[in-house]
């Protein structure tokens, strides 16, 4: 039903920006909360980010309040993450996943994903 492809991931300094880019196919993203997550080695997946489809209503995980912005372009079809201010804690594979709806910060409710983008950030 809907068809997620993250890009634009990276090898970076820490303090350094990068811009991630979610490409929607499908049905109407409009319909979709969408929302980023995080996993890196060894632990669970992570709420980020998240953006309601009419674009306005936004949260964040309390590690990136400040230093991430998520927006979207729904004529598009895209949601992108700008990420300034990055930490080698930020190391991880970034997911975008679309939740019909009002969206949720829990990854197991979602049922749409992208293939994840590497986000690797050096001290």
Request: net charge positive; with cysteine; glycine share 12%.
């Amino acid at each position: 039903q809907v068809q997620l492809v993250e890009s634009g991931g990276g090898l970076v300094r820490a303090g350094a920006s990068l811009r991630l880019s979610c490409a929607a196919s499908g049905r109407s993203l409009s319909l979709y909360a969408v929302a980023w997550f995080r996993q890196a080695p060894g632990k669970e997946r992570e709420f980020v980010a998240i953006v309601a489809g009419n674009g306005y209503n936004t949260d964040y995980a309390d590690s990136v309040k400040g230093r991430f912005t998520v927006s979207r372009d729904n004529a598009k079809s895209m949601v992108y993450l700008q990420m300034n201010s990055l930490k080698p804690e930020d190391t991880a594979v970034y997911y975008c996943g679309a939740h019909r709806g009002l969206g949720s910060i829990r990854p197991d409710s979602y049922e749409y994903w992208g293939q994840g983008t590497q986000v690797t950030v050096s001290s």
